[in-house]
């Protein structure tokens, strides 16, 4: 350091580092090897792996290297466990998360320094955000706890969750996901990162100093394939994940059919918008907080700078100059501003992109290229220049570095910000706040920051759109993703036993010839009758093996062309919520003054008693009237986060919706899964029951009269499992109901991973006379939170 007159002139800070002394001896004690968590107790280490400081490359310690043996342990620990800590009042399991937290808290400072040697992030950040989140994220929840038989009546805990988590937030994703499965009944078996465990295990010890029950938190330390011993064990009842696309989508290939369930919180590359009008400085500090915080480690980091070109000169200068001050080195120091990359594997990665990048031609800009002799660090590094189609704009980089882009119209920043195959986060930065929730609304990602970036708070869900997976963490939304309905599974009360899915008896009956008087129901796509492609049709039978009609023989092409017709009618999810009301109790309407005709088809085609068929029919009616009901109050709502911030969750349609529809109940199990998925807004491909379709086609009228948009339903009859499977397949489609057989859910879940799309299946008869409510409402929405600065 040098002199005070020195230090007065340059105003440079001198060393700070932050006292390690506590965790050293921690590790010293520990320096035989970490065990496994299990039962309450640690393992005896074996196996052991050694676990790095990035900062330095030193060897810091060692742990166990969980085999599928231990997994089984630790799952049947938790099976133990489960039913007693569901037994517990909420008030019970409400201390005990309280008591975490209270502990989490005391220990904040040790958490930190071990957080920062093990994973490398600034011990400011680990200090100042990750471990207070931590711990607000245990209070949070023992909140939740003490509310669950209130808050969440009619719904009970999973059961045994298996979580992973990756190596960027270690303690804070172990926070995620133990306080939210606890506070809703289940117990749990957690994988932490290979590059990252130390944290978790010594929550382990703080588990066991809290006076948690044994067997509630077990923790298996190991690498990947620890990981898919967990996701495939058949003692777990949900996986919660958080890390790469690659690898959340080869778990839900492994737990499809199984009926596990599972939420996924994957990669992103998420924009930062940046205005014309935009408050210049405000952008740049908000940039360093979108890609340099945690090395830009962040699945939600705002990775693609897209700046209006009239402003983009000013503001890479403005981003240079600020780039000049950012201080990378030590993590422990105080004052470090970009700490050290996870692992020389990360590392690496990010130097093959940027020679990619540089191929390319792009321009690069880094302000000091001079970093530690030893450990794992890269530079802040501004990318300008960058194309769409460039590698740099489409692949994660996980790294410090920032790609820039320039628009000229709102409606370009939009696409720009729109073209990714990712949706987690977006901010947009704009004084115009008209410009602002436009944008919001517009952008598809989970969470949008107005004006701010990189906010989290345990009150707000977290989680994304299209490829950056499905479900939420945190708020009322998190929780329900450990909560399952506790109805009971009830037989069908009228249905007959599916004909055709005994015998697949779908052989094309004749082809639809094209001069004869044709009585065949065709498609309905686009609000229009369509020939099904095939030219064929089959033979609609009755229970005595009469042919009552013929319906189309729907297939793939069909099935794209009723995509494609669905994607269009894309502006029904932007009509108000009563417009939409309007339109389905008109559908209602329509349908009660032609109840009687509908019921004779019901009766033709099942056989049903005269009173079943007129009971299903009225069921029907009265379903279209709830959910017309409900169009204009499934709302959101304004989370509770920081201060000087309302959070809006918004509910979200899909988009386009496919539903495969069961034999059972033709008409009202067709009106109870297409009525709340379009009244939420989405456009939907409906496949109807296969063996009694007719239901269905007759609708098409229903559709004509009542002033539902073309393309909002399209309906493509034919063999369910074979569209179903199409439907999976297809990139176009959002989200994705299925009921019908076990093999076909378990094929909708393993195909829907090539877009990641959310699916519902059932394999099991439901009692569609009570198959209604909010749950429908949830599954057809997603919720995106805008996080919106407001107050002084
Ligand atoms: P992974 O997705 O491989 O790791 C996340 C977690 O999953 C880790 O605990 C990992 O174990 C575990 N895992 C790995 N393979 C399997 C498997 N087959 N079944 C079950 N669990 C498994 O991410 P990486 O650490 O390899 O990082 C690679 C890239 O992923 C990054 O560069 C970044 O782009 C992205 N990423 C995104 C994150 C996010 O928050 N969305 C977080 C981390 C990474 P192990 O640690 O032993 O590999």
Known sequence: MGVI???????????????????????????????????????????????????????????????????????????????????????????????????????????????????????????????????????????????????????????????????????????????????????????????????????????????????????????????????????????????????????????????????????????????????????????????????????????????????????????????????????????????????????????????????????????????????????????????????????????????????????????????????????????????????????????VWINSTNMFDAASGFGGYRESGFGREGGREGLLEYRIADAPKIKPSSAKPARLNAAPGLLPARAVAGSELDRTAKLYIGGKQARPDSGYSYAVLDPAGREVGLAGLGNRKDIRNAVEAAAKAGSWGAATAHNRAQVLYYAAENLSARAAEFARRLRAMTGASARAAEAEVEASIRRAFVYAGYADKFDGAVHATRSRFVTLAMNEPWGVMGIVCPNEAPLLAFVSLVMPAIAMGNCVIAVPSASHPLSATDFYSILDTSDVPAGVVNIVTGEANALAKTLAEHDGVDALWYVGDAKGAAEVEALSAGNLKATWVSASAVDWRKAEGREFLRRATQVKNIWTPYGE
Request: proline fraction near 5%; hydrophobic fraction near 45%; charge should be negative.
């Open 5 to 447: 007159k020195d230090i007065l002139r340059t105003m440079d800070y001198g060393p700070s580092p932050e006292g390690s002394e506590h965790v050293k001896a921690w590790l010293e004690e520990h320096a035989g090897g970490f065990g496994l968590f299990v039962n309450g107790a640690f393992t005896q280490p074996r196996d052991l792996f050694e676990v790095f400081n990035p900062a330095t490359g030193e060897g810091i310690a060692r742990a166990t290297q969980g085999s599928p043996a231990d997994v089984d342990a630790a799952v049947a620990a938790a099976r133990k466990a489960q039913a007693k800590w569901a037994a517990l009042s909420g008030f019970e399991r409400s201390k005990h998360l309280y008591a975490l937290a209270r502990h989490v808290q005391k220990r904040e400072r040790f958490l930190s320094v071990l957080e920062t040697i093990d994973n490398g992030k600034p011990i400011r950040e680990s200090r100042d955000i990750d471990i207070p989140l931590v711990a607000r994220h245990f209070y949070h929840h023992a909140g939740w706890a003490s509310l669950i038989d209130s808050e969440f009546a009619g719904t009970k805990p999973v059961g045994v969750c298996g979580q992973i988590i990756p190596w960027n937030f270690p303690l804070l994703m172990l926070a995620w996901k133990i306080a939210p499965a606890l506070a809703a009944g289940n117990t749990v078996v957690l994988k932490p990162a290979e590059y990252t465990p130390l944290t978790a295990l010594a929550f382990a010890a703080i588990c066991v100093e809290a006076g948690l029950p044994q067997g509630v938190v077990n923790i298996v330390t190991g690498d990947g394939a620890t990981g898919a011993a967990l996701v495939a064990h058949a003692g777990v009842d949900k996986i919660a994940f958080t890390g790469s696309t690659e690898v959340g989508r080869a778990i839900r290939k492994a737990t499809a059919g199984t009926g596990k369930k599972l939420s996924l919180e994957l990669g992103g590359k998420s924009p930062f918008v940046v205005f014309e009008d935009a408050d210049l400085d405000s952008a740049v500090e908000g940039a360093v907080d979108a890609i340099w915080f945690n090395q830009g480690q962040v699945c939600c980091a705002g990775s693609r700078l897209l700046v209006a070109e009239s402003v983009a000169e000013a503001l890479y200068a403005k981003l240079r100059a600020r780039m000049a001050n950012l201080r990378v080195g030590d993590p422990l120091d105080k004052s470090t501003d970009v700490g050290a990359i996870v692992a020389p594997a990360q590392l690496e990665r990010i130097k093959r992109l940027m020679r990619e990048g540089e191929q390319e031609g792009l321009e690069f800009f880094r302000a000091d290229e001079s970093l530690p002799a030893r450990g794992c660090f890269y530079p802040p590094t501004l990318v300008t220049g960058v194309e769409p189609a460039s590698v740099l704009a489409r692949e994660e980089i996980f790294g410090p570095v920032l790609v820039a882009t320039t628009f000229r119209t709102p409606d370009e920043a939009v696409a720009l910000a729109n073209n990714t195959r990712y949706g987690l986060a977006a901010s947009v930065w704009t004084e115009n706040v008209n410009r602002a929730l436009e944008v919001a609304a517009r952008v598809k990602a989970g969470v």
